[in-house]
């Protein structure tokens, strides 16, 4: 069979051979896995931290709601505002007839958005006041109906009057109010 010596440098090539082969042996079998897994892992750490601060955000917006229930809850019966049932706008109009009288208002009724099980009804106004605490006044009873709603938009421009002392003084003369109210409706 094979009864011969290798030389010197045959024993060096074979010895250089088995050396590139274990090193190739060792990064295909341990060094590509390990740092396959240790990205794996990043992006599950990544992910995890991620999750951590949506479920702290979440947390923060519980805490908040309940916060505000509370508070809700602790309020005197009179100052609670109620959610009505869907399609409340006759009720909405006499108290518009009611809380506008004899201002003349401009009323436009945007359309009804739905947003789940909640209806949006926003109505945009111009109305004239004599004064500011008139025009707070009508402010007032407007967001002071008892339904939930959100006052939006407002401005006052002061009516300029010729031959008055107090044109431009939005304390005293006249006011031209303009803004939007959105109430709020829950359907079914």
């Known amino acids: 069979m094979l009864k011969r010596t290798f030389t010197r440098r045959e024993i060096i090539l074979m010895l250089l051979l088995a050396l590139i082969a274990l090193a190739g042996l060792y990064f295909y079998a341990v060094h590509y896995p390990i740092v396959n897994r240790m990205a794996q892992i990043d992006t599950e750490t990544e992910d995890v931290l991620f999750q951590t601060d949506v479920a702290n955000v979440r947390l923060g917006l519980y805490n908040s709601m309940k916060t505000e229930l509370e508070e809700i809850f602790a309020m005197p019966e009179d100052q609670l505002t109620v959610m ?36 949006e009804r926003t109505v945009r106004f111009t109305f004239s006041a004599q004064n500011w605490p008139e025009a707070r006044e009508i402010l007032t009873r407007l967001t002071g109906t008892g339904y939930r709603c959100l006052l939006d938009s407002l401005s006052f421009t002061p009516v300029e009057q010729e031959n008055r002392e107090d044109a431009g003084d939005v304390q005293s003369s006249p006011l031209k109010v303009t803004g939007s109210i959105t109430f709020y409706e829950l359907v079914g």
């Open 84 to 119: 009505p049932a869907y399609d409340n706008f006759q009720t909405l109009l006499r108290h518009f007839n009611t809380i506008f009288e004899g201002h003349e208002p401009v009323l436009n009724f945007d359309t009804v958005k739905m947003n789940g099980n909640i209806a």
